[in-house]
């Protein structure tokens, strides 16, 4: 299941005012084409007037570097002043920059006090990222009935990426009772707008019939749209269900493609089962090296089974050479990360190893744990 979304940074967009007259419409005008300098020229007596509007236009100009040498201390001066008029766009910016520590210095307690002012006046990308900070713990204890409240009001607005968190926090039951139906309820909204992550999670909804029928069928067709859109989990899942023929005509070619566009980006358990498919020769030509490769890239990310696979491609000298110092180091890292067949292949191998040559694989595994996989 996807997890929350990270704090986010809406782009940033010149903001119109009609009532404050030709001046400001003629800076607007030179900024949309382009001519940052008579923008600036025309914003800058308004903006020293008080004008907020103008103040904040300010504030992207010197953020961008658009007509000026860019300068987040001065933009954010510019949305200091604009936000102390109330100025919602302008406290959410301000927020943004104390929480990154552009301009400014990082300050966690001020981005969450700007983002506060702005999501009380509805600003939606506040109410976002003060969910965020509350499911999370950042700078603010952590308070997941908290979140729950600042993600409904922008998921009331029709934020995919609200909505999609929020029915994470159903789905977890964090902040409110564990509601299946409402999960689901939340993702298809994110999801019939493009929300790849909503997609990916209402396929999974479908996939094990929470809150709504298992369909198999409607699971893959969500696992597709969110794939489509370059998502690894959803390129993983659709490769389970051509695997495992479910909702589609099993087809391990097509689970080959799909395991291995999510294994590209990294995804361990993509990158285990494609290597078991190398290994047992279904949808691909059988290739015990590139079964090995993909089993390393997994366990090196901490993958037991693949973690005790690898292990057992150097028992038996199948795409390695035969080696049984390093078919025991792999074993012994898959036993202590779950492996239930660890144990098996363990027993097996110190059978034919001598007392050193256990020893010496037992202080490998150390080793490559110790250096987060780097040194195996």
């Known amino acids: 299941m996807r997890t929350l979304a990270i704090l986010i940074l809406s782009l940033l967009t010149l903001l119109s005012a009609p009532a404050l007259g030709a001046d400001f419409d003629k800076g607007l005008t030179a900024a949309k084409r382009g001519d940052y300098a008579t923008a600036l020229r025309e914003w800058m007596p308004l903006a020293e007037q008080g004008h907020a509007r103008a103040q904040y236009n300010l504030g992207v100009l010197y953020y ?104 994470v926090l159903y789905y977890e039951g964090d902040g409110v009772d564990q509601d299946y139906a409402a999960a689901a309820k939340w993702y298809r909204r994110a999801a019939e707008q493009g929300d790849a992550a909503a997609q990916n999670n209402l396929g999974l909804m479908y996939d094990e019939g929470h809150g709504v029928e298992q369909d198999y069928a409607a699971a893959v067709e969500w696992y597709r749209r969110a794939a489509k859109q370059g998502d690894a989990e959803a390129q993983y899942n659709l490769g389970v269900m051509y695997d495992k023929g479910e909702g589609v005509a099993q087809d391990y070619t097509a689970a080959a493609e799909w395991y291995r566009r999510a294994a590209e980006e990294g995804y361990a358990k993509a990158q285990y089962y494609l290597g078991v498919l190398y290994h047992k020769g279904e949808g691909v030509e059988r290739d015990y090296a590139a ?34 110092v390093q078919a025991h180091m792999w ?46």
Do not use: P
């Open 64 to 167: 961008k570097g658009e007509g000026v040498e860019q300068d987040y201390a001065v933009a954010a001066e510019w949305y200091r002043r604009a936000a102390e008029q109330g100025f919602a766009v302008a406290q959410y910016y301000l927020g943004v920059m104390y929480n990154n520590g552009y301009g400014v210095e990082q300050d966690d307690a001020m981005a969450l006090k700007w983002w506060q002012r702005a999501a009380k006046q509805g600003d939606a990308d506040a109410q976002i990222n003060l969910g965020v900070m509350y499911g999370k713990g950042e700078g603010v204890e952590q308070d997941y009935a908290v979140a729950v409240g600042w993600y409904r009001r922008a998921a009331e607005q029709g934020i995919a990426i609200a909505q999609h968190n929020l029915g």
């Open 291 to 324: 079964a090995v490769e993909w089993y390393r890239r997994a366990a090196k990310q901490g993958y037991a089974m693949a973690q005790n696979n690898l292990g057992l491609m150097y028992a038996l000298g199948d795409g390695v050479i035969q080696d049984y």
């Open 331 to 376: 074993g012994n890292i898959a036993k202590s990360n779950g492996s239930a067949n660890a144990e098996k292949l363990l027993t097996l191998l110190e059978k034919r190893m001598t007392t050193s040559q256990i020893s010496e694989a037992q202080a490998a595994a150390r080793d490559c744990v110790a250096t987060d996989y780097k040194g195996c």
